[in-house]
């Protein structure tokens, strides 16, 4: 473990909405310390500096790494982005810790994960649903054997509310309006992975997609099945269209239920987790999860993962090479919903729509 007074050097790329989760995160992860940002919009990185009390800015990435020589580096940018971003960081030897969704396709994505490989760098993808707090205490849980220890089903229902109105999105991030694929591509793969992380691999999914908003190009709305390869099944019940009771619809994005052979896991949107075993009444569990940050802190988890592996030399849990699995079941998603079929196979990496 890297010591506070050695922490990793790190540099990042973004200056936009989200990327205040991530300087906020690093600020409080003492074996890590950011010294420069870089933004083409010289302002937003000269804002977000001040803000994080980061020493240097840029708004030329290779100028950066050439100047800083950092550990690694943070990329918050939009997907179309990433692959070249990753090539730089590639030349100059540097490991990566990079936002989703990782590239506009699956073939790009591919490609970036093997400039990677072959470059020799880490590269871990910045996926912080799995880190939240609920889901590491849920996925404890089921370890422990509290109320068994094999799933028989995985579901979950989301309901943003952020996605109705004409003019949607613009506020926050207005480009995913104009975005021809949206809930499954940057809110559904958060929880492919999600389910991937609860309960395996998956290795078949159902999908129906529709858009509810005329003024927007893809998908608000979905409802989509899948098969693990466990045996156990899943469902992920979602729109952006339609809003949640919740007080705070982002901070858990939805409700869980986990139902095992010995009872069930229920997460409520407030974070609260109850559990109750075949036979018996509910019971509140206690775990410890809290409002700062982004979701339970997620983003602070997510990059201290990322930090203690580069300092411990151990496997990422979002690596690149296991974040394409995630990314193929995305890529089946679209396609059953384009066929009206299900596609399987997925677990053995052949997956086909069935006819």
Request: charged share 25%; with cysteine.
């Amino acid at each position: 473990m890297a010591e506070p007074n050695n922490p990793k050097r790190g540099v990042a790329v973004g200056a936009g909405y989200f990327s205040h989760f991530h300087y906020d995160a690093w600020n409080r992860i003492p074996a890590a310390a950011m010294v420069a940002v870089c933004d083409v919009d010289r302002e937003k990185a000269n804002s977000v500096a001040r803000e994080y009390k980061i020493a240097s800015v840029y708004n030329d990435v290779q100028a950066m790494l050439r100047a800083e020589q950092p550990d690694f580096i943070d990329i918050i940018t939009r997907p179309d982005s990433h692959l070249n971003l990753v090539r730089i960081a590639a030349e100059a030897g540097v490991d990566v810790i990079c936002q989703k969704p990782l590239a506009p396709t699956i073939d790009e994505a591919a490609e970036l994960v093997d400039v990677a490989d072959a470059a020799g760098i880490r590269l871990m993808v910045h996926e912080n649903f799995r880190f939240q707090p609920w889901y590491r205490e849920m996925s404890r849980l089921v370890e422990t054997g509290i109320v068994g220890d094999t799933i028989h089903s995985l579901s979950v229902r989301t309901r943003m509310g952020d996605g109705w109105q004409a003019d949607a999105y613009q506020a926050r991030q207005p480009y995913f309006a104009t975005m021809p694929q949206l809930l499954v591509f940057e809110t559904g793969v958060h929880f492919i992975d999600t389910f991937r992380f609860l309960g395996g691999e998956i290795e078949g999914v159902f999908a129906s997609l529709r858009r509810l908003n005329p003024n927007i190009v893809g998908e608000d709305t979905g409802i989509i099945l899948f098969e693990f390869a466990s045996g156990a099944r899943g469902l992920w019940d979602a729109s952006r269209y339609h809003e949640s009771e919740a007080e705070d619809p982002r901070y858990t994005f939805g409700e869980c239920l986990i139902e095992t052979d010995g009872g069930s896991i229920r997460l409520a949107s407030d974070g609260q987790i109850t559990t109750q075993q075949l036979g018996h009444p509910a019971q509140l569990h206690a775990y410890e999860h809290r409002r700062r940050g982004f979701a339970g802190d997620c983003v602070y988890t997510t990059q201290k993962h990322f930090i203690d592996s580069l300092c411990n030399a151990t496997p990422f849990e979002t690596s690149g090479k296991e974040y394409l699995k995630t990314l193929r079941v995305q890529a089946a998603i679209y396609q059953s919903a384009e066929t009206g079929l299900p596609v399987r196979g997925l677990a053995t990496g052949d997956g086909h729509a069935n006819h």
